[in-house]
């Protein structure tokens, strides 16, 4: 006999954690009772129910979801995936898929996988044993083995933020490249043509300002200046691109911004400078956050319905969890420029 093995036992039984076993002897009834009170209350008494709730109460004990939905399969829980919650940027999105997968008897877990390929890998590979009921990620630039691991797990994904006409399963989102593009059209109307880009280094930031550069060179206007921060992006970033700017193109008349904190900064340091926005230099944002439009001048920016995207994504977790169909499976939201005074 292994001479360990009492005193691990005993190691396990002394953990703290509270069981079931516990709750039952509080309570006064048997395990399966105490089982039936806390999952299928309606097959024991008010009294019996009473007695489990208090003895919950009293233990705090925190029924093992997991271990219940083995059975069924299900969780009820959804994870959601998102670059940083340092920038407020996608808690629109948070806030409405919580609330919205809420309303179907979900809950939602949120992991930050940061900008990194190899962080989102390590967060996807805990949220896959965990079993969720439905997986939201942020873009669809996703690593090899991420794609793997996800599309081995036959769990529900919506990809957000971003579109393609091949998802790995399920999409809500909108056009990079078609931002880029718009921005640069509305600019040309302001009849600026000295463009200028601060953006975060992020791969969808990328895209859609290569995409400004491409129509910008399309248009037959001069080579648009080009400056990436590192994400996430800060008012401070903002700040020291719009100097690193203009040491070394003094008469560009026009920013775009990945982020409406960059946008402040360059609005800021522009102010520092004796600069006027915009009649100097007009100033485009991205994200329309609450303090844009109490800016002076008041910030214009692309708007993004993140409210939408997160309800949007919720429907299609619960439809998917809930054995209903899903058609189309790709909605693009599409995206607005909100026309104010910076620009």
Excluded at 139 to 167: C, Q
Excluded at 256 to 278: H, K, N, Y
Excluded at 293 to 301: E, R, S, V, Y
Aim: hydrophobic fraction near 45%; charged fraction near 20%.
């Amino acid at each position: 006999m292994n001479p360990e093995a009492p005193s691990a036992r005993r190691s396990r039984r002394g953990s703290g954690a509270v069981t079931l076993h516990d709750v039952a002897k509080l309570a006064g009834v048997a395990p399966i009772t105490a089982s039936r009170a806390l999952n299928t209350p309606a097959q024991v008494s008010a009294e019996v129910l009473k007695k489990v709730a208090d003895a919950v109460a009293r233990t705090g004990y925190v029924r093992n979801g997991l271990a219940g939905g083995l059975a069924s399969t299900r969780s009820r829980l959804v994870a959601a995936v998102v670059p940083t919650i340092a920038g407020p940027v996608f808690l629109q999105t948070v806030q409405a898929l919580t609330e919205a997968l809420a309303e179907s008897g979900y809950q939602l877990m949120l992991g930050q996988s940061g900008y990194a390929e190899s962080r989102e890998d390590a967060l996807l590979e805990a949220i896959i044993g965990r079993r969720p009921d439905g997986i939201v990620l942020t873009g669809i630039m996703h690593s090899a083995e991420g794609r793997k691991r996800l599309l081995a797990a036959g769990i529900p994904v919506v990809e957000t933020w971003d579109l393609t006409p091949t998802p790995l399963d399920m999409l809500v989102g909108f056009s990079h490249v078609e931002v880029g593009r718009a921005v640069v059209d509305f600019l040309r109307s302001k009849g600026r043509s000295r463009l200028a880009v601060v953006a975060g280094d992020d791969e969808r930031s990328r895209r859609r300002h290569q995409a400004f550069q491409q129509a910008a060179r399309a248009a037959g206007l001069q080579e648009v200046r080009l400056i990436y921060v590192p994400a996430p992006t800060t008012l401070k970033s903002g700040r020291r691109a719009l100097s690193d700017l203009l040491s070394a193109a003094p008469d560009i008349d026009a920013v775009f911004c990945s982020s409406d904190l960059l946008a402040l900064g360059v609005m800021t340091e522009a102010q520092a400078r004796g600069i006027a926005v915009p009649a100097q230099l007009a100033v485009v944002g991205f994200g329309d956050l609450e303090f844009a439009a109490d800016l002076n001048p008041a910030l214009t920016t692309v708007r993004i319905d993140g409210t939408a995207i997160g309800r949007q994504a919720a429907r299609f977790i619960v439809d998917r969890a809930e054995g209903r169909s899903v058609d189309p499976r790709v909605v693009d939201i599409g995206f607005s420029i909100v026309d104010r005074d910076s620009a």
